[in-house]
């Protein structure tokens, strides 16, 4: 592993762009930010503002951003409703980019068009953090999905991993799946036909990592270490009778666990609606809520490492 900090100054548009390497750095930053004192940490960003930007909804990741500069001992400005900017007025994602660009030191956007972060970054001189483009990607998400991963289970190399849901439209699972092509892991898809993955995707996986699918659950369960559960996206079928057909499909219940290993992870982005059942919430399966917890620390590595050239 390199020791150098190279992320200092540098976009986070695609994790595709991220190696093995990369990845356990910025890992291994997860763990020491972790152990600094508040007033350490509060060095890190002192005197630097991070400026945002949704043009979709967000809870976790704009406010993990936020709570992470603060820690940092920096500020957050930004947009999270479009409605009180002056994008109500029309003005361009280019030229917000622009303003924020000279109020910021970082900048963080979500959006709806998949490639918003790769142009947005071409257009600022601070560095890009993509929050999330449409239906493409959501790297920082990854990195917490896999950072989760490797310090409950110690590993991330040899596990069997299953997907279920929205595996078509849910940017959470693209990223997570190159992310994963940097391991040596079985993955299992679950989904609905028509909400399989992309088939342009799909080839691009099978090349490198052994992957399976399933219409159903029940079929695969007891061979998951991990079970990485998403919402169906109504947000982005161009036709809600489509969505109303799939909703509801999967329901992860205990019943599940009856047939699971006894130390099956499960995880979720979240927001979640009713594919989780609450009696899950308790049990020690789930991971999803220390999921959100590590997306703040992590959040608040990788802000040091943007920001600072050689953090810890
Ligand atoms: N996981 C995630 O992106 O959540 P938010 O939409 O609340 O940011």
């Given at each position: ?48 503002t ?67 972060s ?46 279920v ?18 391991y040596h ?12 993955i ?15 699918h399933?219409?159903y ?21 161009p ?31 979240l927001?979640?609606?009713d ?10 399966n ?27």
């Amino acid at each position: 592993m390199f020791s150098k900090n190279h992320f200092f100054g540098k976009d986070i548009v695609s994790i595709r762009d991220f190696s093995r390497n990369d990845l356990e750095f910025i890992f291994d930053s997860t763990d020491k930010i972790q152990q600094l004192t508040p007033e350490e940490k509060s060095e890190l960003g002192k005197g630097r503002t991070l400026g945002y930007i949704f043009y979709e909804p967000s809870t976790r990741t704009r406010m993990s951003f936020e709570a992470a500069m603060a820690a940092l001992g920096g500020s957050s400005i930004g947009i999270f409703d479009s409605k009180f900017s002056a994008i109500e007025k029309g003005e361009s994602l280019a030229d917000t980019i622009r303003i924020i660009d000279l109020y910021s030191d970082v900048i963080v956007l979500r959006h709806a068009r998949d490639g918003s972060s790769r142009y947005a970054a071409e257009l600022s001189s601070n560095p890009i953090i993509n929050a999330g483009s449409g239906s493409e990607e959501h790297p920082t998400q990854a990195m917490l999905d896999l950072y989760t991963i490797f310090k409950e289970k110690g590993r991330i190399d040899n596990l069997t991993i299953g997907i279920v849901g929205d595996l078509k439209y849910g940017r959470t699972v693209y990223s997570l799946l190159y992310g994963l092509k940097n391991y040596h892991v079985n993955v299992h898809l679950i989904s609905p036909p028509s909400l399989a993955i992309r088939k342009e995707s799909i080839f691009e996986f099978e090349r490198i990592m052994n992957i399976n699918h399933y219409d159903y659950l029940d079929d695969i369960i007891p061979q998951l270490d991990v079970l990485y559960v998403t919402r169906i996206q109504k947000e982005r079928f161009p036709d809600t009778q489509e969505y109303e057909k799939v909703k509801g499909t999967y329901r992860i219940d205990e019943k599940i666990l009856d047939d699971a290993k006894i130390d099956l992870s499960i995880m979720h982005p979240l927001p979640r609606l009713d594919e989780i059942s609450h009696t899950i919430d308790n049990t020690k399966n789930a991971i999803y809520f220390k999921q959100a917890a590590y997306g703040k620390e992590l959040r608040s590595a990788l802000l040091a490492l943007i920001l600072n050239e050689d953090p810890f």
